[in-house]
């Protein structure tokens, strides 16, 4: 069996107890796993909360990622800046 180079896994935490409530938290994790097989990358990121109270009821609370969209916008305005700057010289230079 080939060995996967890229696994995506979703996973449950052990659960937090607070008065009635149990809280557990939700995570994703991403593993990249080099071909050679010494060694590869793991990546967390919280994904959600599940809230438990004392009569069984849940609750799904997502946590949402404002970090990795700031990271993607700052990249995005990096590129078109240098996308830019590139099309401005070149122009100048003929």
């Known amino acids: 069996m080939a060995k996967r180079i890229l696994i995506q896994q979703t996973s449950a935490g052990e ?3 607070a ?4 809280i557990y938290p939700v995570s994703r994790s991403y593993r990249l796993n080099f071909p050679s097989g010494n060694g590869g990358i793991v990546w967390n990121r919280p994904r959600s ?3 438990e109270d004392a009569m069984g009821r849940r609750q799904i609370i997502p946590i ?3 970090t990795r969209r700031m990271q993607i916008g700052i990249l995005g305005a ?3 800046t240098a996308l830019l700057t590139w099309l401005i010289f070149r122009n100048s230079k003929s």
């Open 15 to 17: 659960p937090v107890t």
């Open 19 to 22: 008065g009635d409530v149990k």
């Open 49 to 51: 909360v599940i809230v």
């Open 64 to 66: 949402h990622d404002y």
């Open 78 to 80: 990096g590129l078109i």
